[in-house]
């Protein structure tokens, strides 16, 4: 179990490393976190925030990720303490031939104003405005919900890091493509970023940007920092929001557009895309990059194509033939659901994975 002990070594004002089991097992931790430090530039960071009955669901978007990315993959993993075991056994048991790694962290808000931040939205919702400062030593990141499937490699999306201008600190996916059937543009009662705002889904960070940003903002005509921001945002518009952590931050990225680069919706594809008619023109020509099924349709009968690409994630065992253990067993039971309007679409869900599948098939065979 040493060889997982950075998950009690991290570094942030709100808790200090704690020696969880001698302190052979703490320096190894404090090593491995020097390591990640030392070496961030070659691994790609990403994070997700699980509570409650979300362990099955994390985990099989980590196996997403792990299945076809390419460059080394840092995972930091923010969770209840009751569920930490369970993660380090399903965790330990992946075979990641050396290119993952991950640690542990508690839910941790601010002390003074703990309450407010685990009663917003959802109980863990709101921890994504805190990463940057608590991990401080990151330079990027690439934050996702529980509920995300990579059908291409992480690799891709963090190459858009590369092409944020000088003024840009974040990445996300626009809320709807259709302002006819928009929440924000018809029943915001706050500011939100273009047209119909932005989704938090998945968010790509540049946290030292982030960091060193003084933000514009209506409360004050003196610009505030990430850390000193936030609070105040919650309290003028905590009776206005609806959506939580992801209002402010349409708030925040309102008053600061040049502050954002928006990539297109393959990159953050939900049922409002295909629900009521195909709406994700990208997917249609490239197929879906990034599945995101928020509103739970993983877990019942609402949107059969959703829960037939997360089952056929969650079952698949590492190693096995990804065509005939994967794809081809998806595409029947993708087949199944054309009786709905995102089952009418449904090659786009196969698009890329096919793609995906066929890119990591040349990779091994030139390693060979």
Known sequence: ?????????????????????GMNCYWEAAFRYHDMKTRSSEKMHLAVVACGERLEETVTMLRSAIIFSIKPLQFHIFAEDQLHERFKDILDDFPYEGKVNYTLYPITFPTESAAEWKKLFKPCASQRLFLPLILKNVDSLLYVDTDILFLRPVDDIWSFLGKFNSTQIAAMAPEHEEPRIGWYNRFARHPYYGVTGINSGVMLMNMTRIRRKYFKNDMTSV??????????????YKLNITWGDQDLLNIMFFHNPESLYVFPCQWNYRPDHCIYGSNCKEAEEEGIFILHGNRGVYHDDKQPTFRAVYEAIKNYSFGDDLVHSLLQPLELELQKTMHTYCGKVYKVFIKQLTQ??????????KGR
């Not at 179990?1 to 200090?16: P, Q």
């Not at 995906?356 to 065979?365: G, M, V, Y």
Request: proline letters at 4%; glycine letters at 2%.
């Open 1 to 21: 179990r040493c060889k997982n002990l950075s998950v009690s070594f991290w570094n942030s004002y709100w808790m200090l490393p704690s020696d969880v089991c």
């Open 356 to 365: 995906s599948i066929r890119d990591l098939h040349a990779t091994r065979s």
């Open 223 to 236: 610009r505030l920092q990430w850390g000193e921001i936030l609070m105040p945002l919650l309290k003028k």
